[in-house]
């Protein structure tokens, strides 16, 4: 029975592919991480498209968190410690950038 997905044509074609006992962990252990099955981790690593672990999407929200509480605060402060809090702002908009590069190289 053909796998079928939301956004494109069902999947109804397959490859076999030898890797080494190593490979085939590793695969195994990077789709868990990034909650996928190995088949779409492959697919998606083959074609491009972005792969991010469920630890960095938590990051990620932590940080965006972080940064709204860090705003709210500077707002209701009328701006005291204006440049301490620009200052941090940046540095997370820089770490959720750093996040989103990261997962690009692999």
Same mark, same amino acid.
């Given at each position: ?13 397959? *490859?076999?592919? &030898? ?7 590793? /695969? !195994?252990?990077?789709?868990? $991480?990034?909650? #996928? ?13 972005? *792969?991010?672990? &469920? ?7 932590? /940080? !965006?968190?972080?940064?709204? $509480?860090?705003? #709210? ?16 702002? &940046? ?7 750093? /996040? ?7």
């Amino acid at each position: 029975m053909p796998q079928i997905r939301k956004e494109s044509e069902p999947l109804t074609e397959r *490859i076999g592919v &030898r890797v080494t006992a190593g490979e085939k962990t590793r /695969l !195994r252990e990077d789709a868990a $991480l990034a909650s #996928l099955s190995v088949s779409e981790l492959v697919r998606r690593r083959y074609f491009g498209r972005p *792969i991010m672990a &469920r630890a960095d999407q938590a990051m990620v929200r932590e /940080l !965006r968190r972080l940064g709204g $509480l860090l705003k #709210l605060a500077r707002h209701e402060s009328d701006g005291t410690q204006s440049q301490q809090t620009a200052e941090v702002l &940046r540095a997370v908009v820089a770490a959720i950038e750093r /996040l989103g590069h990261d997962r690009q190289k692999d």
